[in-house]
């Protein structure tokens, strides 16, 4: 199996910018899809962001309507990570942030990835 390990979370201030890493051991990243989710308690896990498997022909990123312009999905294969880089931050995106990983092609719901990371928390101040 492949394990996920999130970090780059905090506090940030509203407008401000945050990079969240996704870092893979056991396997090759490269070959799955990978999705960020965030989740608030009492909340469902929504859908955040996701990238194709690498060497894709189509388009390979897909985003949430909430996140579109402000959040960036890319993949370094070198270090076996994936990140989300985050601007424009606004309170609503305050919660727990999750990368998982999934053999579709861009994923987006939780049923389709098989493996998770612990989660991020991020916290965005007013």
């Known amino acids: 199996q492949v394990q996920l390990v999130s970090s780059g979370g905090g506090l940030v201030q509203v407008g401000g910018s945050l990079r969240l890493s996704c870092a893979a051991s056991?396997?090759?990243?490269?070959?799955?899809?990978v999705g960020w989710f965030r989740q608030n308690p009492g909340n469902e896990r929504e859908f955040v962001a996701a990238?194709?498997?690498?060497?894709?022909?189509?388009?390979?990123?897909y985003y949430a309507d909430f996140v579109k312009g402000r959040f960036t999905i890319s993949r370094d294969n070198t270090k076996n990570t994936v990140f989300l880089q985050m601007n424009s931050l606004e309170p609503e995106d305050t919660a727990v942030y999750f990368c998982a990983a999934g053999g579709g092609y861009l994923p987006t719901t939780v049923y389709e990835y098989n493996y998770w990371g612990q989660g991020t928390q991020v916290t965005v101040s007013s």
């Open positions: 990238i194709a498997r690498s060497g894709s022909s189509y388009s390979s990123t």
């Open positions: 056991g396997r090759t990243l490269s070959g799955y899809a």
